[in-house]
């Protein structure tokens, strides 16, 4: 079975990083690009066995861009770094890109819990969501973190943004350029406790998130 590289966007997650590279499937290799942490986050990723990638210049869209440029696996997967998301869970969406049944697979976000998922968060996911498939005609219902495409692939997309909309844009990229998209359950539980929001946990995170997307939709 080939290997997969797990890229993981990181800023202050110390308090994950254990759970998290600990519930990697064998195979599958830890890409942690520090957007800058200052509680030792990357030394602790390092110690675990994750490839480190430093980050300097802040933004999801960046770390995300520069795990994906290190990564050297065929297949990239991208998860959260603060616990929301179980890694166990990444052969659900590699194994539809890796048998070839679609191209870019998401990871539809299920709650375990109401603490999981603000509503306010939960809201602005499904207008985005809305919007897409009015658009472009995708079935997407979440525009989830968790998702899987081959590397190759992924850097011919030419992608541009480095901040919130970098999701989005990976969306509408992959479409324009006639992908066939797929979702798969995964579970979506809260944050690891003391684990720094930067989006779902703040209404001001949400905010900026649905400004960067909005930007993405109306180029």
């Known amino acids: 079975m ?9 800023l202050n997650e110390v308090l994950s990083l254990p759970w998290l590279l ?5 195979g599958y290799r830890a890409v942690v690009a520090d957007n800058g942490s200052t509680d030792g986050s990357a030394a602790l990723a390092a110690e675990l066995g994750a490839v480190v990638v430093p980050v300097p210049v802040r933004g ?29 869970q990444l052969p659900l969406v590699v194994e539809p890109v890796r048998d070839g049944a679609a191209d870019l ?11 999981a998922w603000p509503v306010h968060a939960r809201w602005a996911n499904a207008v985005l969501a809305r919007r897409l498939r009015r658009r472009l005609g ?4 979440d525009l989830g ?24 844009e990976t969306v509408t990229a992959a479409t324009a350029a006639g992908w066939r998209l797929a979702e798969v359950d ?17 209404a001001a995170g949400t905010a900026r998130a649905v400004l960067d997307m909005g930007r993405v939709l109306a180029r």
């Not at 600990?22 to 064998?26: A, F, H, I, S, T």
């Open 105 to 115: 697979v998401l990871g539809r976000r299920r709650p375990v819990s109401r603490s």
């Open 60 to 88: 999801y869209g960046a770390a995300a861009h520069a795990g994906l440029e290190a990564a050297t696996a065929d297949i990239v997967c991208f998860c959260d770094a603060d616990g929301s998301l179980d890694p166990a």
């Open 186 to 202: 995964v579970r979506y539980g809260p944050r690891t406790a003391g684990s720094h929001s930067k989006v779902t946990g703040t």
């Open 138 to 141: 995708v079935r997407l219902h």
């Open 2 to 10: 080939d290997n997969v590289d797990v890229v993981f966007p990181c």
């Open 145 to 168: 973190p968790m998702r899987a495409a081959r590397r190759a692939g992924l850097l011919e997309l030419g992608l541009q943004d480095r901040r919130f909309g970098y999701p989005l």
């Open 22 to 26: 600990g519930r990697l499937p064998v």
